[in-house]
């Protein structure tokens, strides 16, 4: 096994920089241990008052290719052993990112270096944001395999694209440029290579410039928000609101904002 780190963390103050580390076999995410990273990595985060934004991308010239398709074909790691087996592998490997980075509180900006496939497609679907370089391409490609969306893409995807594209993704697997990621929603912006990091940068540093329990409860909020009904969202604002208005952060952005400075954030 390698044991250089499968997730490199690079931090600037209050923005950290996650890359996914294997640019030999793409990023691909076939061991338990990679997945155990990231989730280790979200937990970090979590714990971290003074991280206010997360750009997660990929090393060399893929962000990630999902499961390895070797593996796949030796019947190795995460793919090996019995039915149950590999339903278990699946439950305590690859599904700990979806339950650990889509319910990371800190906003999380996905820069799309170049394919993201079958689980890679995934991944970036559990971010927030998502910018894409123009060389990236996109695709639900499990059914070319044979097998499903083992990752929660089946609820992520539909989520960010709507039914109708996501049907079309996964049922028929084809690949689609970054031009169509940004006519589908898929991505937010595709931009030139050579910029995708300094402009994935400028969004943290934007999000950064805001108090992170504002920013943290309000990606809750907008999480939550896809799934509850009006009524417990507007209670669960109201919590939150109130917790909001006794913090030193909003006293102070208040007080900047009628002084025309800014702020001086203590992340308190």
Known sequence: MDETPFLLVERDGPVV???????????AISETAHSEEIAAFCAEVTRDPGVRAVVLTGAGKAFCAGGNVKH??????????????IRNQYRTGIQLIPAALYELEVPVIAAVNGPAIGAGLDLACMTDIRIASDNAVFAE?????GIVPGDGGAWLLPRVIGMARASLMTLTGDTIDAAKALEYGLVSEVVA????????????????????????????????????????????????????????????????????????????
């Open 193 to 268: 290579p050579d910029q995708l990091l300094p402009r994935a940068l400028e969004i943290a540093q934007s999000i950064a410039a805001n108090p992170g329990h504002a920013t943290r409860m309000a990606k809750r909020l907008l999480r939550e928000g896809q799934d509850m009904k009006l009524g417990p969202l507007l209670e669960l604002s109201a919590a939150y609101q109130a917790l909001a208005h006794h913090t030193h952060d909003h006293h102070e952005a208040v007080s900047a904002f009628l002084e025309k400075r800014k702020p001086e954030l203590k992340g308190e």
């Open 17 to 27: 920089v996650a890359t996914l580390n294997r640019p030999e076999t793409r990023n």
């Open 141 to 145: 490609s499990f059914v070319k395999l």
């Open 72 to 85: 796949m074909a030796d019947k190795t790691g995460m793919f090996g052993g019995s039915p149950f087996s």
